[in-house]
């Protein structure tokens, strides 16, 4: 029989002592609080558990229970939902709402599950099951937001010429969704979306109630669906929306932010999704429209979860981004070796492994090698995902303390390891980018001395700064490392750049032929690490505020596109690069104007600007085929900088 209101009630409590201490770092409690019911709601928390593991940790080998323990907590509230039906309400929303919301939550998680084993089937199954999720959260979402979100207070206001929902949408302006079809398959239902606009008091809810689960739920659902397929690839777009999907942005995060002021297990997830989504606009999409606004949602919302979980590796491992993305890698870098400190609880080895992750690229940004290096290897001990792109960067790493002994033998580790992963017979993109590497760094040094043997010392760039720029390490570092990065890139290489720069002069007046590390005479370097050097001098010029020398070094490294070889990446990331300093350059002028008393800097150069950004982006676009490496990740950073391009035109007041 379906459970009674009082008992659903209770069950619910019951299990969320079990997320809670899942969110403080005490996996094994969680498990054991799980474990003593036998309620949907406690196997949901099972399979979140195991779920966690296999994402954070990139773990597939736990895939396998994962599922199974979703299934259970599917069944079951599958089977709650029929007997509802028939029973007593337990909330003020339509009899079995909270099993419908349970049963979606599982459906989701057991889909992304699939899609971690990497296989063709498993990603069948994931795509099946997100328009499954999909469909049923566009409909919880009617029933439970008839009007709109308007009225519901999120973690933090924003202001009238911000960010509302802290990004304007690509399809809508508005806050409420478009009559649509919520999935293919509702093709056959007849399931649509339509939401009215009248104004209507928020529903109230008690904290720890039913109400509050479905209310947040519903929110947090119904958000996840829209960020996630608006963050998608423009081609996988393009394929998804075959099944009906239609995102909105700004709505999705206005649903995760009403989601997250709530204090269920769903607001918690809304605040991950949330900062998850904010530290990687901030890292990634390389110009912020209202970077403040940004960083004050995302301040609110680690506040309040670190206020509540103080030792939950989750909310320390984005107080530190908050740091690092607000320039003080000090500080993150001590919040995050303070969070791995010995005194803290650590029986949650995934979530302590983003902490690794995140420090040793803060440490890497810093030029910290050695320690940068430490931490990579380290990674290797937590998580079973690609070893084989850790031990390139930590060999990079040691290509910049000129330990070319250290980074041969880690290098020689590469080819077994991307073997040892290898699932359905393909690499991870990043692995087919260090083969395409290794290759040319075997190639260089063949033609050097006539042996493939000790390759690394013909690297006269690190393989790590040159992934760096896929994850935009060197636009949020301090001028001073900026300086030391250039330094370095105009003095390793033949011949030494010819473009003249203020900073160059200033720090390198006369970079001269750099000396060869085997004994090897001087030879010329291959255009592809010209075009490399080039886009690296571009972005730290930039970084460190000579914007006439960033342009020239970017230019440089678009027009050398012709002649690469193997690096045909460069040109695509280069003109991205490129508009990005446009709109840099540009705030920074219009920011001295207003400080200098000019007044606003006029629409008619912001619109000549933007026009010209979106122009760069376009020709970025149209560079980062499938066949270049790490394209997809290219194309991501692409879409949201144009979101940001068209929030800063309706932030100005001009058209779309």
């Not at 339509?94 to 599982?106: R, V």
């Not at 099946?128 to 469909?135: F, G, S, V």
């Not at 919520?182 to 649509?192: D, E, H, K």
Request: proline letters at 4%.
């Amino acid at each position: 029989m379906a459970a009674a209101p009082q008992d659903t009630g209770a069950q619910l409590r019951a299990a969320t002592v079990g997320f809670d201490w899942i969110f403080a770092n005490e996996l094994e409690k969680a498990r054991e609080t799980f474990a003593s019911g036998d309620s949907p709601f406690h196997s949901l928390g099972l399979g979140v558990c195991a779920f966690l593991e296999a994402a954070l940790g990139m773990e597939t080998g736990l895939m396998a229970e994962g599922s199974r323990l979703l299934a259970l907590a599917e069944a079951g509230a599958k089977k709650q939902l029929k007997l509802a039906k028939s029973s007593d309400k337990a909330s003020q929303f339509p009899p079995g709402t909270e099993w419908e919301l349970l049963h979606s939550d599982a459906v989701i998680l057991l889909g992304l599950t699939h899609a971690l084993s990497e296989s063709y089937m498993g990603y069948l199954q994931c795509l099946y099951a997100m328009n499954t999720a999909h469909t049923k959260f566009s409909k919880l979402y009617k029933t439970v937001y008839p009007n709109g979100l308007e009225n519901y207070a999120t973690p933090a206001a924003s202001t009238a010429s911000s960010r509302a929902a802290s990004i304007r949408s690509e399809t809508s302006g508005s806050s409420s969704p478009k009559p649509a079809r919520s999935g293919f398959f509702s093709r056959f239902t007849g399931a649509t979306l339509t939401v009215p606009s009248t104004p209507h008091v928020p529903i109230i809810a008690e904290e720890g109630s039913v109400d509050e689960l479905i209310l947040s739920g519903a929110a947090f659902g119904y958000g996840l669906f829209n960020l996630v397929f608006s963050l998608l690839p423009a081609k996988i777009r393009g394929v998804v929306g075959f099944f009906g999907f239609n995102h909105d942005r700004k709505l999705a995060l206005q649903a995760l932010a009403v989601s997250a002021a709530k204090t269920d297990v769903h607001s918690v997830f809304a605040g991950l999704s949330l900062m998850t989504y904010h530290g990687v606009v901030l890292l990634l999409s390389g110009y912020q429209a209202n970077e403040a606004h940004i960083i004050k949602q995302y301040h609110a919302i680690v506040d309040k979860l670190e206020t509540r979980y103080p030792t939950g590796s989750l909310w320390i491992l984005n107080r530190a981004k908050i740091l690092r993305m607000s320039y003080d890698p000090d500080g993150a870098i001590k919040v995050l070796q303070d969070g791995l400190a010995p005194g803290r609880p650590h029986t949650f080895a995934q979530a302590d492994g983003l902490l690794i992750f995140e420090l040793a690229w803060t440490l890497l940004s810093q030029r910290r090698y050695q320690e940068a290096a430490d931490a990579f290897i380290k990674v290797t001990e937590i998580n079973s995902w690609s070893h084989a792109t850790y031990y390139f960067i930590a060999a990079g790493c040691y290509v910049s303390l000129k330990n070319y002994e250290k980074a041969q033998e880690l290098m020689d580790r590469i080819p077994e390891a991307i073997e040892k992963r290898k699932i359905g017979g393909k690499d991870l993109p990043t692995e087919v980018f260090i083969k395409k590497k290794l290759a040319f760094y075997k190639e260089k040094q063949l033609a050097l001395t006539g042996s493939e043997d000790n390759y690394a010392h013909a690297i006269k760039i690190s393989p790590a700064e040159e992934l760096g720029i896929f994850w935009n390490t060197h636009a949020r570092i301090t001028k001073d490392t900026a300086i030391a990065h250039l330094k370095d890139w105009a003095t390793c290489m033949n011949p030494p750049p010819t473009i003249e720069t203020e900073l160059l002069k200033e720090h390198v007046p006369t970079p001269a032929p750099a000396e060869p590390t085997d004994g090897t005479k001087n030879v010329p370097d291959s255009a592809d690490e010209l075009a490399i050097r080039s886009l690296l001098l571009g972005i730290v010029h930039r970084t460190a505020g000579d914007f006439a020398g960033a342009r020239a070094f970017l230019e440089d490294a678009e027009a050398r596109q012709a002649t690469v070889v193997v690096s045909t990446w460069v040109g695509g990331v280069a003109w991205f690069e490129h508009a990005v300093l446009e709109l840099k350059e540009m705030e920074a002028r219009a920011s001295t104007n207003q400080a200098a008393g000019l007044g606003a800097t006029g629409e008619k150069e912001w619109t000549r600007v933007l026009k010209d950004a979106l122009e760069k982006l376009d020709k970025a676009l149209s560079l980062a085929t499938q066949q270049v490496d790490l394209s997809s990740r290219l194309d991501s950073r692409i879409a949201m900088l144009k979101d940001e391009i068209a929030l800063k035109k309706e932030i100005l007041g001009l058209p779309a």
